[in-house]
């Protein structure tokens, strides 16, 4: 396991639309570990491979409840809505409010290969739009309300 450098705004990795990934190999299942560490050693709640330079979709979240790993995620059902600030390891030092929805259902292969549903609620809902989002090269400053 390594650490990763996080991209900062501004670099282009961070606008482009992340590749699917085929095969759930070595290479990736490093990749998962790397972005884990990365993300821990950083202070956040997720990481996007897009934020260390890798267009893969790949994501990893902790809100404090276990490390989440989804590949190729997707977001299947929304619903509610909730205000609130957010931030981003490649946006160091501002934050934004962002309007999210509040209940969020993404769909996802695991670092097995096996397909699954998770839902989430206020902060792991944010953090699941958040983090797809970065797959899709939009950030959270493209959001915020003024």
Do not use: W
Not at 35 to 45: L, R
Not at 74 to 80: A, L, N
């Amino acid at each position: 396991m390594a650490l990763r450098e996080i991209v900062q705004i501004g670099e282009p990795v961070l606008r482009k639309k992340a590749k699917k990934v085929e095969v759930i190999d070595e290479k990736i299942i490093q990749i998962l570990d790397d972005m884990a560490d990365t993300m821990y050693n950083a202070d956040g709640v997720g990481l996007a491979a897009p934020q260390v330079g890798i267009l893969k979709r790949i994501v990893v979240i902790d809100i404090g409840d276990g490390l989440l790993e989804l590949i190729n995620p997707e977001i299947i059902e929304t619903s509610g809505e909730q205000i609130g600030e957010e931030g981003c390891l490649s946006v160091i030092g501002e934050s934004g409010i962002v309007r999210r929805p509040n209940i969020v259902k993404v769909r996802a292969y695991n670092r097995k290969g096996q397909l699954f549903e998770i839902e989430g609620e206020e902060l792991l809902a944010r953090a699941f739009c958040h983090e797809i989002d970065h797959l899709d090269g939009i950030l959270y400053v493209d959001k915020v309300e003024k």
